[in-house]
């Protein structure tokens, strides 16, 4: 069965560059690997998805090795707003429906 | 305004007494998730509904019950509620093509349910 895993929390300061890694070494083939950020009191909200190499959107970027074992979302000039909790998602193997969330990275953005 | 909603947002009830948590999506999704959230253990997936009629447990189902008879609305069932069911429950709907984890998750703004 897939699994995911995360850093528990990372601190970086306004500015910085942030990369967060997930390994997800069971990932099925067909599978993306799916980013989300979530505040405090709020359902998360999707970041960024990718299948293979290199992901940009206006907010992110998603890097994925050749063996998609792991998966690394970069959060560019971050800022204090950007203090959120981190999940990255995907399938749990055999099901098209179920679903593995990362147990999140707590990022801690610091003036 | 493409959206999910959840009722009630914060509930505070006993054991043993049947609540009813709902869920309403206006995006025509197929595919619906109900997770709880608890501290230190992320998002855990507790049924999903693949389309009207179709639902299956996720990872922990056990206390809960589920119904899809329309499209739209995914309630969530606590038949008799006990206090390791406190927890901030969200539901989440995608438009179910194709593998669920390949399809954007949207998200309500969560249930806060504590039973005393």
């Known amino acids: 069965l897939a699994k995911t895993t995360q850093p528990i929390s990372m601190d970086s300061y306004e500015g910085q560059e942030v990369n967060i890694t997930c390994s997800h070494n069971?990932?099925?083939?067909?599978?993306?690997i799916t980013w989300y950020q979530q505040f405090p009191s709020q359902g998360p909200r999707f970041i960024i998805q990718g299948y293979k190499t290199k992901v940009t959107n206006e907010v992110a970027s998603l890097f994925i090795p050749a063996d998609r074992k792991s998966s690394t979302l970069s959060l560019p000039r971050v800022s204090l707003s950007d203090t959120a909790v981190y999940y990255c998602l995907v399938g749990a193997g055999d099901s098209n429906y179920q679903l593995i969330w990362g147990a999140g990275t707590k990022l801690i953005i610091k003036p | 305004e493409a959206q999910v909603t959840q009722n009630p947002r914060y509930l505070i009830t006993v054991t043993g007494k049947k609540l009813t948590v709902t869920c309403s999506q206006n995006m025509n999704h197929e595919y619906m998730s109900w997770y709880r959230q608890d501290p230190g253990l992320g998002l855990r997936q507790i049924y999903y509904s693949m389309n009207v009629e179709v639902t299956d447990k996720g990872d922990v189902p056990e206390g809960y019950k589920v119904s899809r008879k329309e499209k739209r609305n995914f309630p969530l069932i606590l038949e008799s509620p006990s206090p390791n069911q406190t927890s901030l429950y969200f539901c989440a709907s995608s438009l179910g093509v194709g593998r669920a984890s390949n399809q954007p998750q949207h998200f309500g703004d969560g249930t806060r349910l504590s039973i005393l």
């Open positions: 069971n990932i099925a083939t067909n599978d993306y």
